[in-house]
Nanobody
């Protein structure tokens, strides 16, 4: 069955960095666009970043541009989210997701989801 497993979350101070990983199994990883979403306590889930099938196309929400970088290694069935210059407002549960074909910023268009990893940025 399809599994997406995130890792790399944790507690970091403002200005620090974390690298999230999401390893997939149970489907043809290279045939799926991958995305990262986050949900802060009491808030709706929001799009963070997405990457195309081959990795040559990326898209970010405005609040993370220049600070976060999404990448993928199709040989290892893994997508990454490098997060630099973290801010307290980045605190959330981060989840990776997969969808066929094109990049989307809409979470309902992603069919496969991981369980998420907590990122906490202290001020």
């Amino acid at each position: 069955q399809v599994q997406l497993v995130e890792s790399g979350g944790g507690l970091v101070q403002t200005g620090g960095s974390l690298r999230l990983s999401c390893t997939a199994s149970g489907y043809t990883f290279s045939s799926y666009t991958m995305g990262w979403f986050r949900q802060a306590l009491g808030k709706e889930r929001e799009f963070v970043a997405a990457i195309s099938l081959s990795g040559d196309g990326t898209y970010y929400t405005d609040s993370v541009k220049g600070r976060f970088t999404i990448s993928r290694d199709n040989a290892k069935n893994t997508v990454f989210l490098q997060m630099n210059s973290l801010k307290p407002e980045d605190t959330a549960v981060y989840s990776c997701a997969a969808r066929r074909r094109f990049i989307s910023t809409t979470y309902a268009e992603y069919g496969y989801w991981g369980q998420g990893t907590q990122v906490t940025v202290s001020s």
